[in-house]
Structures are given as structure tokens and as C-alpha cells.
């Protein structure tokens, strides 16, 4: 990597720890059964564990607790809300009544 980039790799150029493949049918089956077919049983044991996965993260996300602090937290601020709007309405007629009168 130079300057933060990195640099592309020639395909025909091998890197330092690894031998130039050749056409070989013998080569190409030790392959695909040492590399590409572990990779792709581990990709198909974790595609087949999303749904766990996913209700975990719905479970721990939806937890009652929380929800019923929220909840009364709603009605906290909902009576805070109507007892400011109550106060602004009576300031309001009491400046109306004095500015009349």
C-alpha cells in the first residue's frame, strides 16, 4: 500500500508466499475442496442461523422494561405539556383583560 492506496495486483504475478497456478485438473479439485468449500459450508451454516440471529436482536432490542419506563415517562411529560398550555392560556386572558380594561 503506498500513500494509502493500495496498489492492484498483477493476476499472472504470484505474491511472495504463494506458487503460480498451472492448468491442472489435480490442482484445481484440492482447491475448490480445501478453499472454496469450507468458505462455503461456513457461509451456508451462517445463512442458515440468520433467523436466530434476527430474533435475538429483536428481543433484545424490544425489552418491556424499557417500554414501560417509556410509557410512563409519556404520561409525565403529557401532564407537564397540559399544565404549561394551561398556564399560557391564563397568562394570556390576564394580559388580554389588563390591555382591555
Do not use: Y
Not at 7 to 18: K, S
Not at 40 to 45: C, I, L, P, S, V
Not at 93 to 100: F, K, N, P, V
Request: glycine share 8%; charged share 40%; net charge negative.
Amino acid at each position: 500500500m503506498v500513500g494509502g492506496c493500495s496498489r492492484a495486483r498483477d493476476p499472472d504475478e504470484p505474491d511472495e508466499n504463494e506458487t503460480p497456478a498451472t492448468a491442472d485438473i489435480e490442482r484445481l479439485r484440492r482447491f475448490l475442496e480445501g478453499e472454496v468449500l469450507p468458505w462455503f459450508e461456513t457461509r451456508k451454516k451462517e445463512f442458515g442461523n440468520r433467523p436466530l440471529f434476527r430474533e435475538q436482536a429483536f428481543g433484545e432490542a424490544l425489552d418491556p422494561d424499557k417500554l414501560k419506563r417509556f410509557g410512563r415517562d409519556e404520561v409525565h411529560l403529557d401532564r407537564k405539556l397540559e399544565q404549561m398550555l394551561s398556564m399560557h392560556l391564563r397568562l394570556k386572558d390576564l394580559r388580554q383583560g389588563s390591555i382591555e380594561g
